[in-house]
């Protein structure tokens, strides 16, 4: 099947063999994966997958460091670079449903009772002041205990024991809904965590939208075919068969736990928080699995969270200004959007569509299209030269936005701005930018000049 980690990993070897490492000598899972991958990143510009073959403490190999290149993230969607929005946005309007199947390698080993060991999995612990070794790989599948409603996307794990870890449900967020809706019955919330997938799923887990969206079809949308499913041995919760490591699981009511410090994606390490406590009632894996950690706040994170965040940006933007022409989200909580402005009023209105498709967005800036968002130091030339910020500032007050932004007010809420950087009243009409005269321009070779 061309759906599993290892097919990807096949790939990736025959596109470019120096993007894959394997690296045999022994590795303390304390620090060490995530010290590497950023040396080998900061020292040698040099950002492979990484196999670790021997993790002290357990008999799993390691993989890390899997989602680091766009080029590689384009591969697993079979688009390239320049064609990923697109590629995920049809992926979003066109889903593929899932097939259940009746067993796949995910169950060739099953293990329950006293032979669930959480300690047995590498205990990776990635930054200086992390609680513990968390899980960060993991994707959540689980359903609306009153509905036919499936959900997917990523949640972290702190483990707590041989059957227990935290997990972190951002307020507001899917499986936090689902979550609440089971607490309010007095209920837990049966769910599966899936460690170990090809990165399609992977990007599919992070679609942004509607509770009603599933992102599983956009994960078949992404293969190119149905993502294969089976149900798992202690619940109707239904997993991908060609994982390498499934944790089913129950998060429970009315039971919390303290979870971190933990060095989150936003660059800083936040203190102790209370979170819902996930009991393990049952792990199945392949004989030989694969464990997959993602380091966590580098680039293996932020690049795979930012082509779903960004596609739906512009699906949102899109819907009130169809000329958009690009959207880009530079770094935590913030996205730039260049726009063919035909009335004024237009980069207020692509302002307000984007804060409102996405809970993390705070800071959306508009720009006319003849600034590139790719280029933050033109991002910042618009703002300086076309924008009034008393009259160009939108700021809308006692919003919720991510619970690990650490400006964020005691009580969690957030403001949220916008700012339109657009030449007013209209880029036609706005002084002109200096250029050499086009004829000069075009006459001119530096050969010419001994350039
Ligand atoms: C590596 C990684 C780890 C993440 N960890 C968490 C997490 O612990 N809790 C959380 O709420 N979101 C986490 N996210 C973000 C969510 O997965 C993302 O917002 C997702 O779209 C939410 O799904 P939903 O829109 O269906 O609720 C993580 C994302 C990535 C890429
Ligand atoms: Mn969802």
Redesign the pocket.
């Given at each position: 099947m061309a759906q599993d980690l290892r097919s990807f990993l096949d790939l990736v070897k025959r596109r470019k063999p120096e993007d894959f490492r394997i690296v045999s000598k022994e590795v303390d899972p304390a620090y060490e994966l995530t010290a590497l991958v950023v040396k080998l990143e900061r020292e040698a510009g040099r950002r492979p997958v990484l196999l670790f073959e021997r993790v002290k403490g357990s008999r799993f190999p390691v993989l890390t460091n899997l989602h680091a290149g766009r080029a590689r993230l384009a591969a697993a969607m079979g688009t390239t670079p320049e064609g990923t929005h697109a590629r995920y946005l049809a992926a979003m309007e066109r889903p593929i449903p899932p097939r259940i199947v009746p067993t796949g390698p995910v169950k060739e080993v099953v293990l329950t009772g006293e032979k669930i060991d959480l300690y047995a999995l590498p205990q990776i612990v990635h930054h200086d002041g992390d609680a513990g070794p968390y899980f960060?790989a993991a994707i959540s599948f689980a359903r609306d205990p009153t509905a036919e409603t499936w959900?997917c996307?990523?949640?972290?794990l702190m483990v707590k024991g041989r059957d227990t870890t935290s997990i972190?449900?951002?307020t507001g967020?899917?499986?936090f809904e689902f979550h609440r809706i089971a607490e309010a019955r007095g209920e837990p919330l049966p769910v599966a965590l899936v460690i170990g997938v090809h990165p399609a799923i992977g990007l599919g887990?992070?679609?942004?939208g509607s509770i009603d969206e599933d992102?599983r079809g956009i994960m078949g949308a992404l293969l190119g075919e149905p993502l294969e499913l089976v149900r798992c041995e202690t619940s109707d919760v239904l997993v991908p068969a060609h994982a390498e490591l499934v944790l089913e699981c129950e998060i429970l009511p009315r039971a919390r736990t303290p979870e971190g410090p933990f060095g989150e994606f936003t660059g800083y390490s936040l203190g102790e928080r209370q979170r819902e406590i996930v009991r393990v009632k049952a792990i199945t894996h392949r004989r030989d699995a694969i464990f997959h950690d993602?380091t966590?706040a580098h680039l293996d994170?932020m690049l795979?969270?930012t082509i779903p965040i960004e596609a739906n940006l512009h699906r949102a933007v899109r819907a009130m200004v169809p000329s958009v022409r690009a959207v880009r989200v530079p770094g935590p909580f913030t996205c730039f959007v260049s726009i063919e402005q035909r009335v004024p009023g237009q980069a207020k209105n692509a302002i307000l569509a984007a804060l409102g498709a996405d809970l993390y967005m705070k800071r959306v800036v508009v720009v006319d299209e003849d600034v590139d968002v790719f280029d933050d130091r033109q991002v910042n030339w618009a703002i300086a030269t076309r924008c009034q910020p008393d009259r160009d500032i939108t700021i809308v007050t006692n919003t919720r936005g991510s619970d690990l932004d650490p400006s964020a007010r005691e009580d969690g809420s957030t403001a949220k701005w916008g700012v339109d950087a657009t030449a007013k009243p209209s880029l036609a009409a706005y002084t002109p930018r200096h250029r050499v005269p086009p004829a000069v321009w075009q006459r001119l070779d530096l050969k010419d000049f001994g350039l």
């Open positions: 960060t959900n996307a990523y949640n972290r972190h449900l951002t967020k899917h499986l887990a992070l679609a942004i992102e993602i966590v994170h795979l969270s």
